[in-house]
Nanobody, 128 residues
Framework: QVHLLESGGGLVQTGGSLRLSCAAS????????VGWFRQALGKEQEFVAA????????YDSESAKGRFTISRDHAKNTVYLQLNSLKPEDTALYLC?????????????????????WGQGTQVTVSS
């Protein structure tokens, strides 16, 4: 069983940047698609981005809009989410999730119910 631990969140001003990390332990993450979701207080969870084991990735067009970049480092067993040009509406708990898809897969689930393993999340707060 793979375990996920997010880090890198914090408090930033509008226009600032953060790099979130999703580090895996227990098993290699190289056979899992990894997605990032976020949940703001009082709102439903929403998809942000996902990356397959081939490196293929997909983004939510509304929230990402060229500001966010997902990447993975197989050697470090970690997936990253670079957040640039942050806005107050990006304030949320950011969670990463993993779904076993095998190697060299372009499959990148966008629905939370497709993911089997979840981390605890890291809080991002953007001040105006």
């Amino acid at each position: 069983q793979v375990h996920l631990l997010e880090s890198g969140g914090g408090l930033v001003q509008t226009g600032g940047s953060l790099r979130l990390s999703c580090a895996a332990s227990g098993r290699t993450l190289s056979t899992y698609a990894v997605g990032w979701f976020r949940q703001a207080l009082g709102k439903e969870q929403e998809f942000v981005a996902a990356i397959g084991t081939s490196g293929y990735n997909t983004y939510d067009s509304e929230s990402a809009k060229g500001r966010f970049t997902i990447s993975r480092d197989h050697a470090k067993n970690t997936v990253y989410l670079q957040l640039n040009s942050l806005k107050p509406e990006d304030t949320a708990l950011y969670l990463c999730a993993a779904d076993y898809v095998g190697t060299y897969s372009n499959y990148v689930p966008r629905r939370s119910k497709d993911y089997d393993v979840w981390g605890q999340g890291t809080q991002v707060t953007v001040s105006s």
